[in-house]
Each structure stands twice: as structure tokens, then as C-alpha cells.
């Protein structure tokens, strides 16, 4: 049963929106068709994209008024770490948005994972595409020359990892003092995602790359048109 639902519902309409996609926008390549498929299925995801941002806008303000509200106790640091606990507590957002999001994009992962394994080739494909897709013969899986299903593939993983880690500084570089768990994750979050792409198919550091790409160009918009009051 549930192997049904997973090829039906998710598997089968993943790949022939890849196909349709590589026949019909990517002009032939795979790995075009792949960042397309990455735009559309954010641009689907859009409004959640949406409230998270506007969750994160929210986070900061409270931020803000939670440093603002311990400066009464400026002469006790602890009434000011339970003071900033209590506004933040208070005013408490949930991330069920952006972790629906990132829930969805792993469920992409999975099923890309599992296109560039089993179904991309030969009299197999013929049987999982429907009706009205049209059979594209043998996909061209090089993008500028790079094999879309090689694995251990270092440029395209260490790529990804390096935009994560600029990313992360440029988000951070207002900070004059970072905690050590902020340093630890400013250096072992990239270093495990270069390592994790590393282990996968070439595909995945240019589905994560385009996911982040465009996950930055929201926050960057959302920044322009609602900017947090300093």
C-alpha cells in the first residue's frame, strides 16, 4: 500500500514533470531541467515560503523588543536572561512553515535520488510515463560536462558548501562577538553538507544550490520591501 502511494502519487508525477519539463523548457538537458523543477516546486511552496519570512521579520522584532525590555535590569544579569526568556516565550512562533518546506524538498531528494538510480533509461521509463508524455529516447544527463549521476563529484558539493557558509556570514555580519556554538555552526553545518552531497549523485548539490539560491533571493526582496526597523 504504501509502496503504491509513493510510486503514484509522488514518484510517477516527479518524473514526467522532469521529462516534460527536459522536452519542452530545458531544451534537451537534465541538468536545466532539474533547476526548473526546483523553481517551479519553490514557487509552489511560495505562500509557506512566504510566512516563514514573515515569521523570521516577526522573530526579529521580538528580538528587538526583548533586548529592549532587559535594559531595566541592566544591573542583574539574571532578571535580564529571565525577563528576555519571558517576552520571548510570550510572543512565540512556530516554524511549522519553514520546516513543511524543508520537508518537502528532502521528499525531492528522495525521489530524485531514485530517478537518477532506476528509472531514467531504457524500456523502464517507457512504463512509468504517462500517456500524454512523449518518449524523449536516451536523456542527455551532462550539465556542461558535468555527469548529473556521478557521485563523490567535489566541485558541485564543495560549490554548494561554500555559498552555504557565505550565506550564513553575510546573513551574521553584523555581529561583533559570536558564541562558540555559532562558530560551530557557522564551520561544521557547510562542512557536513559538502560531505553529505559529496556521498550523493551530482544532481543533489545543483537541486540544493538552486533551492538556496532562491531561498535567498526571498529574504533579500523581503528585506527591500519590509526592512526591520534598527
Known amino acids: 500500500m504504501l509502496s503504491y502511494i509513493w510510486f503514484t502519487f509522488l514518484y510517477q508525477p516527479l518524473f514526467n514533470g522532469l521529462v516534460w519539463i527536459y522536452?519542452?523548457?530545458?531544451?534537451?538537458?537534465?541538468?536545466?531541467?532539474?533547476?526548473?523543477?526546483?523553481?517551479?516546486?519553490r514557487l509552489v511552496l511560495l505562500p509557506l515560503t512566504v510566512i516563514g519570512e514573515r515569521n523570521a521579520l516577526k522573530q526579529s522584532r521580538i528580538e528587538a523588543e526583548a533586548l529592549e525590555g532587559v535594559k531595566a535590569f541592566k544591573h542583574d544579569p539574571i532578571a535580564q536572561k529571565d525577563e528576555f526568556r519571558r517576552i520571548m516565550k510570550k510572543n512565540r512562533i512556530s516554524p511549522w512553515a519553514k520546516v513543511l518546506v524543508m520537508v518537502i524538498q528532502l521528499l525531492v531528494l528522495i525521489l530524485l535520488y531514485q530517478v537518477f538510480m532506476r528509472g531514467i533509461i531504457g524500456d523502464r521509463m517507457t512504463k512509468i510515463l504517462y500517456p500524454f508524455i512523449d518518449y524523449p529516447g536516451?536523456?542527455?544527463i551532462y550539465f556542461y560536462g558535468f555527469n548529473l549521476g556521478k557521485f563523490q563529484d567535489t566541485?558541485?558539493?564543495?560549490?554548494?558548501?561554500?555559498?552555504?557558509?557565505?550565506?550564513?556570514?553575510?546573513?551574521?555580519?553584523?555581529k561583533?562577538?559570536?558564541?562558540?556554538?555559532?562558530?560551530?555552526?557557522?564551520?561544521?553545518?557547510?562542512?557536513?553538507?559538502?560531505?553529505?552531497?559529496?556521498?550523493?549523485?551530482?544532481?543533489?548539490?545543483?537541486?540544493?544550490?538552486?533551492?538556496m539560491i532562491f531561498s535567498d533571493t526571498i529574504t533579500i526582496l523581503r528585506k527591500l520591501l519590509f526592512p526591520i526597523k534598527k
Open 23 to 41: 522536452e519542452n523548457i530545458a531544451d534537451k538537458n537534465l541538468g536545466w531541467a532539474v533547476v526548473w523543477l526546483t523553481i517551479f516546486l
Open 138 to 140: 536516451k536523456l542527455n
Open 155 to 174: 566541485l558541485w558539493a564543495g560549490v554548494a558548501a561554500v555559498y552555504l557558509l557565505v550565506s550564513i556570514m553575510i546573513e551574521n555580519r553584523g
Open 176 to 211: 561583533k562577538t559570536w558564541q562558540k556554538s555559532e562558530m560551530y555552526y557557522l564551520v561544521v553545518f557547510p562542512l557536513f553538507t559538502f560531505f553529505a552531497l559529496w556521498l550523493l549523485p551530482m544532481v543533489k548539490s545543483l537541486f540544493i544550490l538552486t533551492s
